[in-house]
């Protein structure tokens, strides 16, 4: 339990850190969703299956959405 948390932890911080570092804002997107996924299966593993569900629905489908959304609307690649 302790390795699988630990490893994921750690996916959660490299998917974290290259967000900062794309320059095309939907790759972004992709990979703050993985941080949201992420956390997702931090918070069952934690035995927090209804906090787990919520950070799902909201920080992985409705907030991805909404940033799709808004690039589409905008440019794709920063400046």
Known sequence: ??????????????????V???KDLM?????????SLTATVLFYL???PDVAMAEAAIG??????????AIRRTERYEK
């Open 20 to 22: 900062f570092f794309f």
């Open 27 to 35: 790759n972004a997107v992709v990979a703050s969703s993985l941080v």
């Open 46 to 48: 934690l035995q927090a």
């Open 60 to 69: 992985v489908a409705l907030v991805t959405g909404i940033f799709v959304v």
């Open 1 to 18: 339990m302790i390795i699988i948390a630990t490893v994921t932890v750690f996916f959660m911080l490299g998917a974290a850190l290259s």
